[in-house]
């Protein structure tokens, strides 16, 4: 039950986070630009897993979780770079613009033009983090050698938490380890999507643009 807030709130904050970048990679592909949008997208689910990690209240799995959600995040992240630049270009631009004739705004352009395109995309990654998280976590909880044989020791010696009862790292070591191990997270899944990029190189064009 220690293990289920943070795994819950992970999976929300992602699936948000996932509807973003979905929201960004459209906007790239049909105005052949934004690329900005998109990397801020991929860093922020690289550090996302630290916000629930906080929420853990029991310090004694705290890193089995923040294990979990990083690895969880990443593998989970490199797949949905790729899945959604193939799935936004079954979107039509047309659409955008009949949304703007019709009065609608960024968030109804977003909830009835964008999201109804790739909901199906959305439950795959919600079901994948579900998965990918829990398993890793309640894997490792019921281990026989117990929760600290499950993260590896670099993890540990990265992770602000602290299996092995040693003393409290300083504030700035605790970010610095934090942010080291989120930029783990963050540079493949940007190298990921500028290989994949290649499928939003040829935005469609529509009478409107011409």
């Given at each position: 039950?220690?293990?289920?807030?943070?795994?819950?709130?992970n999976l929300a904050g992602m699936?948000?986070?996932?509807?973003?970048?979905?929201?960004?990679?459209?906007?790239?592909?049909?105005?052949?630009?934004?690329?900005?949008?998109?990397?801020?997208?991929?860093?922020?689910?690289?550090?996302?897993?630290?916000?629930?990690?906080?929420?853990?209240?029991?310090?004694?799995?705290?890193?089995?979780?923040?294990?979990?959600?990083?690895?969880?995040?990443?593998?989970?992240?490199?797949?949905?770079?790729?899945?959604?630049?193939?799935?936004v270009r079954s979107i039509p631009?047309?659409?955008?613009?009949?949304?703007?004739?019709?009065?609608?705004?960024?968030?109804?352009?977003?909830?009835?033009v964008v999201l109804p395109f790739?909901?199906?995309?959305?439950?795959?990654?919600?079901?994948?983090?579900?998965?990918?998280?829990?398993?890793?976590?309640?894997?490792?909880?019921?281990?026989?050698?117990?929760?600290?044989?499950?993260?590896?020791?670099?993890?540990?010696?990265?992770?602000?938490?602290?299996?092995?009862?040693?003393?409290?790292?300083?504030?700035?070591?605790?970010?610095?380890?934090?942010?080291?191990?989120?930029?783990?997270?963050?540079?493949?899944?940007?190298?990921?999507?500028?290989?994949?990029?290649?499928?939003?190189?040829?935005?469609?064009?529509?009478?409107?643009?011409?």
């Amino acid at each position: 039950m220690n293990c289920l807030p943070p795994l819950l709130i992970n999976l929300a904050g992602m699936l948000v986070i996932y509807c973003l970048m979905t929201l960004a990679l459209v906007r790239l592909y049909w105005h052949g630009r934004g690329i900005v949008p998109v990397l801020a997208t991929i860093i922020i689910a690289g550090f996302f897993w630290s916000g629930p990690t906080f929420l853990t209240p029991n310090v004694k799995i705290a890193g089995v979780v923040s294990y979990s959600l990083w690895l969880g995040n990443l593998l989970v992240s490199g797949f949905a770079v790729v899945l959604l630049c193939q799935a936004v270009r079954s979107i039509p631009r047309q659409l955008e613009d009949s949304a703007r004739l019709d009065g609608s705004g960024w968030f109804g352009t977003v909830c009835h033009v964008v999201l109804p395109f790739v909901r199906l995309e959305l439950g795959l990654m919600a079901l994948l983090t579900l998965l990918g998280t829990s398993v890793l976590c309640w894997g490792a909880l019921s281990m026989p050698g117990g929760p600290y044989a499950f993260c590896p020791p670099w993890f540990n010696w990265l992770s602000a938490t602290n299996l092995m009862g040693e003393s409290t790292p300083s504030l700035a070591k605790f970010f610095g380890e934090m942010i080291a191990g989120s930029l783990v997270t963050t540079l493949p899944v940007i190298l990921i999507f500028f290989l994949a990029k290649r499928y939003l190189q040829h935005p469609p064009v529509t009478e409107v643009d011409a």
